[in-house]
Nanobody
Framework: QVQLVESGGGLVQAGGSLRLSCTAS????????MGWYRQTPGKQRELVAT???????NYADSVKGRFTISRDSAKNSVYLQMNSLKPEDTAVYYC?????????WGKGTLVTVSS
């Protein structure tokens, strides 16, 4: 089994920054990609950013230029630097890992951006 633990969420004013972290533990091997998704009440979970084992990144249009995803392969960790935050970024952010073609999810961390 793989466990994912996210941290770094919280309350921030619009225009501020937060850095989310996620570390995978357990039977982790052959990580193909890691990523961040977010969800607000009544809406489907949506992609924020992903990063592959080769370092290729993909971002939602709504966060391009403001968010940066990175990873530390030695630590099985992925990070999301979020700058210029907007109230519409308010959501529960979930970490995701593709470990040997099986997807695992964290429990989420709440990010609240006040106007």
């Amino acid at each position: 089994q793989v466990q994912l633990v996210e941290s770094g969420g919280g309350l921030v004013q619009a225009g501020g920054s937060l850095r989310l972290s996620c570390t995978a533990s357990g039977t982790v091997f052959n990580i193909r990609a890691m990523g961040w998704y977010r969800q607000t009440p009544g809406k489907q979970r949506e992609l924020v950013a992903t990063i592959t084992s080769g370092g290729s990144t993909n971002y939602a249009d709504s966060v391009k230029g403001r968010f940066t995803i990175s990873r530390d392969s030695a630590k099985n960790s992925v990070y999301l630097q979020m700058n210029s935050l907007k109230p519409e970024d308010t959501a529960v952010y979930y970490c995701n890992v593709n470990s040997n073609y099986v997807l695992y999810w964290g429990k989420g961390t709440l990010v609240t951006v006040s106007s």
